[in-house]
């Protein structure tokens, strides 16, 4: 975001984390995501600390497992891919013979609007 509103540093300071407890960071430390109707992301585990999200427009689902469900979800690495753990398995239809433990994980579904 830093780059994309470096003219416009009042959309920067807008984004305030502070009241998630993150104080001091705003839209310099902050990504923007854009993407097209039926984008989806493969199921993955960041590395680094935590994620906030502010969704501004659109719908998404996020499908949520706890760190302790990763064996489970056959966690891959992909090479020079350094952030992210990604699972095996094609959440959205798992193959259960191939991957029989995912039935095994609980998962959370978060699904959300906005207009």
Partial sequence: MSELFKDFPDFLTAVDWGVFGFEGRDGRQSTIWVSSEGASTPCHMDTYGCNLVAQIYGKKKWTL?????????????????????????????????????????????????VR
């Fill in 65 to 113: 497992f706890a760190p302790d469900e990763q064996d489970k979800l056959y966690p891959t690495r992909i090479p020079y891919e350094e952030s992210s753990v990604f699972s095996q398995v094609n959440i959205t239809c798992p193959d259960l013979e191939t991957h029989p433990e995912v039935s095994k994980a609980e998962k959370y579904e978060v699904s959300y609007n």
